[in-house]
């Protein structure tokens, strides 16, 4: 167990618990998730002081700065900050990833899930989207439900964390959204399929009502088929993954967020399933670019054994018309990730957060 510091505090006992219980993930009821309404309530910004005391003999985090979007068009309510983000699964990270510039120590659990807590609790999001989720149960659905969101996680059927030694558990999405500000009114997990088979990927699809405004909205996570070679596979299951959406939101009545890890560029046939769907979706970091219609140049940038790899793989959708983007979170530059790339010391995955404001469009009539 890590040490909080010099010595031991209030939330010791809170991220020490959070490594010692991994036995829940070897059991058919890990799906169901922990009684944590009795357990005291942490406040974000002891947590982050918390961390920032393990991180202590580690550089400082990143600078990076939200990019005003925003038009004409006031909003009465807050906006509803989202937060994309592949964490990198623990196993992944120290037993299959190879990434060859990044020194061991860097990938240390105690450490690195401290560095991610860091990036969420900086960044605030009302709905956090998850990716290669693999310490779900002993460390962000307790540390997370006690900052007052409700979480839900869906592992792959067959996840490539059980294949390495010492695992905690299958990796898979993971959505939470803060119980103050939504209420859930309804929940899908969804196994994604292609040219009918099911495969090992999946979603979750979840229908949210703002308890300001009334206003409902679905937000989705997704992660779908890796690897060069995979392309048809993968527009399968967008395609799989556009009409399960199509029929929740009720044939695009309802305003969509999807939020997830395609692992396919821009140039691809799911992306353009996306772009062109009849969902009316957009991009939401298109909106970065001078024209507004081109993505960043990355998402994720790593050195594995078998090279640099350099991609634009993960995305915010929305939709269009019924929701504005108000600001975009930029993207780390080049020199701020440095020559060894990520993950590093400084930031604990290979993929960037996104993180995007939203508001709803005023106007009903350009709901559909």
Same mark, same amino acid.
């Given at each position: 167990?890590?040490?909080?510091?010099?010595?031991?505090?209030?939330?010791?006992?809170?991220?020490?618990?959070?490594?010692?219980? @991994?036995?829940?993930?070897?059991?058919?009821?890990?799906?169901?998730?922990? #009684?944590?309404?009795?357990?005291?309530?942490? #406040?974000?910004? !002891?947590?982050?002081?918390?961390?920032?005391?393990?991180?202590?003999?580690?550089?400082?985090?990143?600078?990076?700065?939200?990019?005003?979007?925003?038009?004409?068009?006031?909003?009465?309510?807050?906006?509803?900050?989202?937060?994309?983000?592949?964490?990198?699964?623990?196993?992944? *990270?120290? *037993?299959?990833?190879?990434?060859?510039?990044?020194?061991?120590?860097?990938?240390?659990?105690?450490?690195?899930?401290?560095?991610?807590?860091?990036?969420? /609790?900086?960044?605030?999001?009302?709905?956090?989207?998850?990716?290669?989720?693999?310490?779900?149960?002993?460390?962000?659905?307790?540390?997370?439900?006690?900052?007052?969101?409700?979480?839900?996680?869906?592992?792959?059927?067959?996840?490539?964390? /059980?294949?390495?030694?010492?695992?905690?558990?299958?990796? *898979?999405?993971?959505? +939470? +959204?803060?119980?103050?500000?939504?209420?859930?009114?309804?929940?899908?997990?969804?196994?994604?399929?292609?040219?009918?088979?099911?495969? &090992?990927?999946?979603?979750?699809?979840?229908?949210?009502?703002?308890?300001?405004?009334?206003?409902?909205?679905?937000?989705?996570?997704?992660?779908?088929?890796?690897?060069?070679?995979?392309?048809?596979?993968?527009?399968?299951?967008?395609?799989?993954? /556009?009409?399960?959406?199509?029929?929740?939101?009720?044939?695009?009545?309802?305003?969509?967020?999807?939020?997830? #890890?395609?692992?396919?560029?821009? %140039?691809?046939?799911?992306?353009?399933?996306?772009?062109?769907?009849?969902? &009316?979706?957009?991009?939401?970091?298109?909106?970065?670019?001078?024209?507004?219609?081109?993505?960043?140049?990355?998402?994720?940038?790593?050195?594995? %054994?078998?090279?640099?790899?350099?991609?634009?793989? #993960?995305?915010?959708?929305?939709?269009?018309?019924?929701? @504005?983007?108000?600001?975009?979170?930029?993207?780390?530059? !080049?020199?701020?990730?440095?020559?060894?790339?990520?993950?590093? +010391?400084?930031?604990?995955?290979?993929?960037?957060?996104?993180?995007?404001? +939203?508001?709803?469009?005023?106007?009903?009539?350009?709901?559909?």
């Amino acid at each position: 167990v890590c040490s909080m510091g010099n010595g031991p505090s209030r939330l010791y006992s809170v991220l020490a618990k959070t490594l010692n219980s @991994s036995a829940a993930s070897q059991h058919p009821e890990y799906l169901v998730p922990p #009684d944590s309404e009795h357990l005291e309530p942490i #406040d974000p910004k !002891e947590l982050l002081e918390e961390c920032r005391a393990v991180l202590h003999t580690r550089p400082p985090r990143f600078q990076r700065d939200f990019v005003d979007l925003r038009t004409d068009c006031p909003s009465s309510h807050p906006p509803i900050r989202v937060m994309q983000w592949n964490i990198l699964a623990q196993a992944l *990270g120290e *037993g299959k990833d190879n990434f060859v510039q990044c020194p061991v120590e860097a990938l240390k659990w105690e450490e690195r899930k401290c560095l991610i807590l860091e990036e969420i /609790l900086a960044y605030q999001p009302d709905i956090l989207c998850l990716q290669e989720v693999d310490h779900y149960f002993d460390t962000f659905q307790p540390l997370l439900s006690r900052l007052g969101y409700q979480g839900t996680f869906f592992p792959k059927p067959w996840s490539p964390c /059980l294949d390495v030694e010492h695992n905690n558990g299958p990796d *898979g999405c993971a959505l +939470f +959204f803060l119980q103050n500000r939504f209420k859930l009114v309804n929940s899908a997990n969804i196994r994604l399929t292609a040219m009918t088979l099911k495969t &090992n990927q999946v979603a979750i699809a979840q229908t949210l009502e703002c308890k300001e405004s009334g206003r409902q909205f679905c937000i989705a996570v997704t992660h779908l088929k890796a690897r060069t070679g995979w392309e048809r596979f993968r527009s399968a299951q967008g395609c799989d993954l /556009l009409q399960n959406l199509q029929n929740i939101t009720q044939g695009a009545k309802i305003p969509l967020i999807v939020c997830g #890890d395609f692992n396919a560029e821009p %140039t691809e046939e799911v992306y353009k399933h996306f772009a062109s769907s009849s969902l &009316n979706l957009n991009s939401a970091y298109k909106l970065l670019s001078a024209d507004g219609q081109s993505e960043p140049p990355y998402t994720t940038w790593k050195i594995r %054994t078998s090279g640099e790899c350099r991609h634009t793989l #993960d995305y915010i959708w929305y939709s269009k018309r019924a929701l @504005s983007v108000r600001s975009a979170l930029d993207l780390l530059t !080049e020199e701020q990730i440095g020559p060894n790339r990520l993950p590093s +010391f400084n930031y604990p995955s290979d993929h960037l957060s996104l993180v995007c404001d +939203f508001s709803f469009n005023e106007d009903p009539e350009v709901l559909l």
